[in-house]
């Protein structure tokens, strides 16, 4: 049986090292101009630092190129994947089919991740994008256990599901906060936006407080609960599932660091001492990370246990 993958979104280079030190296996980084809700921004220059830290400790590094381009980006786009063939990274996550074509016309061999976040439905697709140069697939996040098994065994590329995080409920490419200050002429608030990470939508009757933030990419509303199954995680492991996600997107720096290294022994356990080692653990650590979890963002299996309702 293979050892999964753990795969981590660090916010800066600073924290690539911390995240190597806690034992992830891969990274996703880039920038918002062609990558969506990344957990930190990062300059071909520092990817290209970091590319040489991730390499140099033997893991891998994922470029995020899956915004949805207009036609003003696409020659930005052209000279963004030649650089990441330039410094070497080990893929490029894309959901435009734009990416396929232009990494094609420029002869890029960096390989590539289909991350179409909640189209990646069903096997059919996955074998689609497969056949076009996919070597990976993400999953959708709103896929049950039985759906994540079913297109593992009808295909033969990786799959890589999300099991730690956030999770995007909604997306405009509009700036829709910033309209709306404009529209009152409250500028000074727009100014003060900038780096807040404490925006919320509130739901009184159900007394939710659902995340937002603007990027480049427009606006981006949260799920109210943090997924979490550091405790449910053997069907994913006896699947064979290729690579297990904690996306640490708007989360602290300690916080991300922390649960990677859970994570980390939670899948050693497994893997290295049996299901029995793990099962000893597991309520260890899922007490380890809800006694560090913020008291705004309960946890919950997100869509793979249970069918949630936003």
Same mark, same amino acid.
């Given at each position: 049986?293979?050892k999964p993958e753990?795969?981590v979104?660090p916010q800066s280079i600073?924290?690539v090292?911390a995240?190597?030190?806690a034992?992830?296996d891969a990274?996703?980084i880039g920038?918002?101009?062609?990558?969506l809700?990344?957990?930190?921004e990062?300059t071909?220059?520092?990817?290209?630092?970091?590319?040489?830290l991730?390499?140099?400790?033997g893991?891998?590094?994922?470029?995020a190129?899956n915004?949805?381009?207009?036609n003003?980006?696409?020659e930005?786009?052209?000279?963004?994947?030649q650089?990441?063939?330039?410094?070497g990274v !080990?893929?490029?996550l894309?959901? !435009?089919p734009a990416?396929v074509?232009v990494v094609r016309?420029?002869?890029?061999?960096? =390989?590539l991740h289909?991350s179409?976040?909640?189209?990646?439905?069903n096997?059919?697709?996955v074998?689609?994008?497969g056949?076009?140069g996919a070597?990976r697939a993400?999953?959708a996040r709103?896929?049950?256990i039985d759906?994540?098994?079913?297109?593992?065994?009808?295909t033969t590329?990786?799959?890589?599901?999300?099991?730690?995080?956030?999770?995007?409920?909604f997306q405009s490419k509009?700036?829709?906060?910033?309209n709306?200050?404009l529209?009152?002429d409250?500028?000074m608030?727009?100014d003060?936006?900038?780096e807040?990470?404490?925006?919320f939508?509130?739901?009184?009757?159900r007394k939710?407080?659902?995340?937002?933030?603007?990027?480049l990419?427009?606006t981006?509303?949260?799920? =109210?609960?943090?997924m979490?199954i550091i405790?449910?995680?053997?069907?994913?492991?006896?699947a064979g599932?290729d690579?297990?996600k904690?996306d640490?997107?708007l989360q602290?720096?300690d916080?991300?660091?922390t649960?990677?290294?859970?994570?980390?022994?939670a899948?050693?356990?497994?893997f290295?001492?049996g299901?029995?080692?793990?099962?000893d653990?597991k309520?260890?650590?899922?007490?380890k990370?809800?006694?560090?979890? =913020?008291e705004?963002?309960p946890?919950?299996?997100g869509f793979?246990y249970k069918?949630?309702?936003?």
């Amino acid at each position: 049986m293979k050892k999964p993958e753990l795969l981590v979104t660090p916010q800066s280079i600073e924290h690539v090292e911390a995240l190597i030190e806690a034992g992830a296996d891969a990274f996703v980084i880039g920038e918002q101009k062609f990558g969506l809700r990344l957990a930190g921004e990062f300059t071909v220059a520092e990817v290209e630092e970091a590319t040489k830290l991730i390499r140099a400790a033997g893991k891998k590094v994922y470029v995020a190129v899956n915004a949805l381009f207009h036609n003003d980006r696409i020659e930005a786009l052209e000279a963004y994947v030649q650089e990441m063939q330039r410094i070497g990274v !080990d893929a490029l996550l894309f959901g !435009d089919p734009a990416v396929v074509t232009v990494v094609r016309e420029l002869g890029i061999t960096v =390989p590539l991740h289909w991350s179409a976040e909640t189209i990646a439905t069903n096997w059919f697709q996955v074998n689609y994008w497969g056949a076009r140069g996919a070597k990976r697939a993400v999953l959708a996040r709103e896929l049950s256990i039985d759906e994540v098994i079913e297109i593992k065994e009808n295909t033969t590329h990786e799959i890589e599901v999300q099991v730690h995080g956030m999770t995007c409920m909604f997306q405009s490419k509009r700036t829709l906060l910033g309209n709306y200050f404009l529209y009152r002429d409250e500028v000074m608030e727009i100014d003060k936006r900038k780096e807040s990470k404490n925006m919320f939508l509130h739901d009184k009757e159900r007394k939710n407080k659902y995340l937002i933030y603007e990027d480049l990419n427009g606006t981006h509303i949260f799920s =109210p609960n943090d997924m979490c199954i550091i405790d449910e995680l053997t069907e994913l492991f006896e699947a064979g599932i290729d690579s297990l996600k904690f996306d640490g997107v708007l989360q602290s720096f300690d916080y991300v660091v922390t649960v990677t290294n859970l994570y980390r022994q939670a899948i050693d356990a497994y893997f290295e001492q049996g299901e029995e080692a793990y099962e000893d653990l597991k309520d260890e650590l899922l007490a380890k990370i809800e006694a560090i979890q =913020p008291e705004l963002r309960p946890l919950d299996t997100g869509f793979i246990y249970k069918e949630t309702v936003y």
